[in-house]
């Protein structure tokens, strides 16, 4: 089974922005959607973003929406989170994962194949 590939992690200053990458290690993307999700140390994962791969329709939750933009270049079968105006608390491992059934971008259950993840450290 295909996995996915995180890039773009690593260290950066508060107010900074960072353009996390996902690609599926077998073109093209299959899944429904991809979703990005993080994970801060001692805490569970979190969701991020999510977007629908064929329409483009792309949802980011309420704590990060008006600094995060997620999008998908289905040509170059990748994946991109943008995150603008970092925060110390942004620290984490951003994961990606695909959805293989069509659902509301805001329910985030349901991804799998999800990659080893990268990890993003914003200093203050």
């Known amino acids: 089974q295909a996995q996915l590939i995180e890039l773009g992690g690593g260290l950066v200053q508060a107010g900074r922005s960072l353009t996390l990458s996902c690609v599926p290690s077998?073109?093209?993307?299959?899944?429904?959607?991809m979703g990005w999700f993080r994970q801060a140390p001692g805490k569970e994962r979190q969701f991020v973003a999510a977007?629908?791969?064929?329409?483009?329709?792309?949802y980011v939750t309420g704590s990060v929406k008006d600094r995060f933009t997620i999008y998908r270049d289905s040509a170059s079968n990748t994946g991109t989170l943008t995150m603008n105006s970092l925060k110390p608390e942004d620290t984490g491992v951003y994961y990606c994962?695909?959805?293989?059934?069509?659902?509301?971008?805001?329910?985030?259950?349901?991804?799998?194949?999800w990659g080893q993840g990268t990890q993003v450290t914003v200093s203050s």
């Open positions: 977007i629908n791969w064929r329409t483009s329709k792309s």
């Open positions: 994962g695909a959805r293989f059934y069509s659902a509301s971008l805001q329910f985030t259950e349901g991804y799998t194949t």
């Open positions: 077998t073109p093209p993307f299959m899944g429904e959607a």
